[in-house]
């Protein structure tokens, strides 16, 4: 199905520790990588308002959501 058809893009929102800031992201804006435990299971972004590299741990739903959405996900033994 392509996006003419009626498709929405999903939209992630997201704060930046750094400013502060709160925006939408689009799923290609983010990264997920999946490791093999809590700890080195994160998603990450650059913040569009001041370029922070932001990268924050993501538990089983934000996974969930993440990988649902469409996001590019890593996965690390």
Known sequence: MSRSAGL???TFK???PECRARFELAADALRLAIGGSRRAT???FTCPECAAAVRKPAGERIVELLTGGG???LRSV
């Open 8 to 10: 929405v893009p999903v």
């Open 42 to 44: 994160f998603y990450s």
């Open 14 to 16: 997201a704060a930046c």
């Open 71 to 73: 996001v590019s996900t």
